[in-house]
């Protein structure tokens, strides 16, 4: 079983090009410009692309792209909507002719369990969880439903499989001080009863002797189990 996801969060620290945002695709976000106000005009750019300005009056100028479409200025910052992995890169905001650049990254995660999410006590199972376009410095770790148990790698090995292992485990992603997660929800199950443990059980006692009755009452319980459970 896998599941695809997207995240969105904002990274607070600035970088060399300015503010670092993360998003997800088909998600919102909003690019602060990095001033709350201006006094002639504001501007925005995606890489060499004009999306949007306006001035002290109010008056408003749109871009030609795509990306104008989806979004929309408000006070000085920049809100997106139904992002794309073409929103990427770089982004500047000029205020007044002063120039803040900020970048916008996306990234995917992926949550899976080998063999499959339902399994057994006493089997052996894999959890994995990949990112893909991980900014350096973030972190990525397992954490089971087990209050109090100890953090995984990405990589889980559940060796054997046990009924503390039952529950919603977290990919837990840190990035500074920011912190989000993907849950992946596991059901432990005993195993299935056996043929002779069952018709043991429906035909015999353990003080009862091997009687005529007792062999063909297995006989046909076993038969009766295959077609149930087979």
Known sequence: MKMLVWFVFVLGALSAAG???????????????????????????????????????????????????????????????????????????????????????????????????DLLLGSEATLQCDVKGLIEGCEVKWRSPNVGSPEWSPTAQLKPVTSSHDGTWQCIITCGSNRLSEDLTITVQEPPPTTSTTTASLCSSKDSPKTTFAIVCSVFAELLFKVIFH
């Open 19 to 117: 503010e670092v945002f993360v998003a997800k695709v088909g998600g919102k976000v909003t690019l602060n410009c990095g001033v709350s106000s201006y006094r002639r005009s504001l501007q925005w750019f995606h890489g060499n692309d004009f999306l949007h300005s306006v001035d002290q009056r109010g008056f408003t100028r749109r871009g030609a792209v795509e990306l104008v479409r989806r979004s929309v200025v408000r006070q000085t910052n920049l809100e997106i909507s139904s992002v794309k992995e073409t929103d990427a890169g770089r982004f500047t905001c000029s205020a007044d002719g002063t120039v803040h650049q900020h970048s916008l990254s996306l990234f995917s995660v992926s949550v899976s369990v080998v063999p499959s999410a």
